[in-house]
């Protein structure tokens, strides 16, 4: 069965295989149907290895390979070597490596997944950047763990998967301020909301903006917005606000090919 999912021309390499997947093709019930990922949510563990193992399957490889953090919205990013189990899967936003064969994944459902390559030196990686880790640095940190595994910049490409979009983002003017005081630069990321204590804000353009700070130039968001997109995406705002008892989680992921 191939999965659907969403490619992107600056991951498309002949040493790299990557995708951005969507909520399709799973074997989960409400509300996670049907390809929910996330060994954090309440569906059952048969389903998430079910789903686990179709993403591995994919890229050829057992669901062992599939590798993914315990998410905790830090600024941490951690190399792996080599597959381990889901219980002593580390507390991190970030997986590097250069170990073919390795699936790294970042779980989302509504912030952004940014995938990352390097061909030319062979390594990639995988970032789960929500605003916390946006802000905080979890860019930044990623960026340091690849270039410690062999990347040079002008080699590296990243691509910001499916998150939510301005248009869905609607937070406080506090939370604008937070951005303000730690990075002057996010003012253009924020537009009014509809009432004056309201903003709407551009999750996907601030990761953008840090990647190319960094001094990036092969970089790019895929344009979609999770919240939104009902039938393609889950949603944690969406499931949120309507009162859901708990949503699905989508995986973005890229591997060396073996």
Same mark, same amino acid.
């Given at each position: 069965?191939?999965?659907?999912?969403?490619? &992107?021309?600056?991951?498309?390499?002949?040493?790299?295989?990557? =995708?951005?997947?969507?909520?399709?093709? =799973?074997?989960?019930? *409400?509300?996670?149907?049907?390809?929910? +990922?996330?060994?954090?949510?309440?569906?059952?563990?048969?389903? /998430?290895?079910?789903?686990?193992?179709?993403?591995?399957?994919?890229?050829?490889?057992?669901?062992?390979?599939?590798?993914?953090? !315990?998410?905790? %919205?830090?600024?941490?990013?951690?190399?792996?070597?080599?597959?381990?189990? #889901?219980?002593?899967?580390?507390?991190?936003?970030?997986? +590097?490596?250069? #170990?073919?064969?390795?699936?790294?994944?970042?779980?989302?459902?509504?912030?952004?997944? /940014?995938?990352?390559?390097?061909? +030319?030196?062979? +390594?990639?990686?995988?970032? %789960?950047?929500?605003?916390?880790?946006?802000?905080?640095?979890?860019?930044?940190?990623? !960026?340091?763990?690849?270039?410690?595994?062999?990347?040079?910049?002008? %080699?590296?490409?990243?691509? /910001?998967?499916?998150?939510?979009?301005?248009?869905? !983002?609607?937070?406080?003017?506090? !939370?604008?301020?937070?951005?303000?005081?730690?990075?002057?630069?996010?003012?253009? *990321?924020?537009?009014? =909301?509809? #009432?004056?204590?309201?903003?709407?804000?551009?999750?996907?353009? *601030?990761?953008?903006?840090?990647?190319?700070?960094?001094?990036?130039?092969?970089?790019?968001?895929?344009? %979609?917005?999770?919240?939104?997109?009902?039938?393609?995406? &889950?949603?944690?705002?969406?499931? *949120?606000?309507?009162?859901?008892?708990?949503?699905?989680?989508?995986?973005?992921? /890229?591997?060396?090919?073996?």
């Amino acid at each position: 069965m191939t999965l659907p999912r969403i490619l &992107h021309p600056l991951l498309d390499l002949p040493n790299v295989q990557h =995708g951005f997947f969507t909520r399709l093709g =799973g074997v989960s019930p *409400f509300p996670y149907e049907s390809l929910n +990922v996330g060994q954090g949510s309440k569906d059952s563990l048969d389903n /998430i290895l079910e789903n686990r193992r179709r993403v591995a399957a994919s890229f050829g490889q057992p669901e062992a390979r599939l590798l993914n953090c !315990y998410q905790v %919205h830090s600024k941490i990013a951690v190399t792996v070597d080599g597959p381990w189990p #889901t219980e002593d899967r580390p507390e991190a936003d970030g997986l +590097v490596t250069t #170990t073919p064969g390795l699936i790294l994944g970042a779980l989302s459902a509504d912030c952004a997944p /940014i995938l990352w390559a390097d061909p +030319v030196n062979g +390594v990639v990686g995988a970032c %789960h950047a929500g605003w916390k880790g946006a802000l905080g640095g979890m860019i930044e940190a990623e !960026y340091a763990a690849l270039l410690a595994k062999g990347a040079e910049a002008r %080699h590296l490409r990243a691509v /910001i998967g499916p998150c939510i979009a301005q248009a869905s !983002y609607e937070v406080s003017t506090d !939370y604008e301020d937070t951005f303000r005081a730690q990075d002057a630069d996010s003012a253009a *990321f924020f537009i009014p =909301g509809k #009432t004056a204590d309201k903003r709407y804000f551009d999750l996907p353009g *601030f990761c953008l903006m840090r990647l190319k700070r960094l001094g990036l130039t092969q970089v790019a968001t895929t344009g %979609h917005d999770t919240c939104a997109e009902e039938a393609l995406f &889950h949603s944690n705002r969406r499931g *949120f606000l309507r009162q859901e008892p708990d949503y699905g989680r989508l995986i973005s992921a /890229i591997m060396l090919r073996p």
